[in-house]
């Protein structure tokens, strides 16, 4: 049974940053592409930012120069590094492989940015 489980979100100020984590049990997150998504209220979950095997990279348009994700194998997590954030990164981050897969989603962790 897989199962993942982030953590880090919290309330954080316009510019402030977070550094989200997923950790797995019965997911080997070294042999997939791994990936951060997030849902607003009201909205539809959308694609972040994703790790290929080779480390290579890629993010949303809307994240670019500002979230940098990373994988550590030897602790089998992913991470997220979140820095400037905006009022519109409120969410509910959430990890899963990439393309996500439906039995892999977990709670998520809540990113509130607000003064």
């Known amino acids: 049974q897989v199962q993942v489980v982030e953590s880090g979100g919290a309330l954080v100020q316009p510019g402030g940053s977070l550094k989200l984590s997923c950790t797995s049990s019965?997911?080997?997150?070294?042999?997939?592409?791994m990936g951060w998504f997030r849902q607003a209220p009201g909205s539809q979950r959308e694609f972040v930012a994703a790790?290929?095997?080779?480390?290579?990279?890629r993010y949303a348009d809307s994240v670019k120069g500002r979230f940098i994700i990373s994988r550590d194998n030897a602790k089998n997590m992913v991470n997220l590094q979140m820095n400037n954030l905006r009022p519109e990164d409120t969410a509910v981050y959430y990890c899963?492989?990439?393309?996500?897969?439906?039995?892999?989603w977990g709670r998520g962790t809540q990113v509130t940015v607000s003064s």
């Open positions: 790790i290929h095997w080779n480390t290579d990279t």
């Open positions: 019965g997911l080997n997150v070294s042999r997939y592409v």
């Open positions: 899963n492989i990439d393309p996500p897969r439906n039995e892999v």
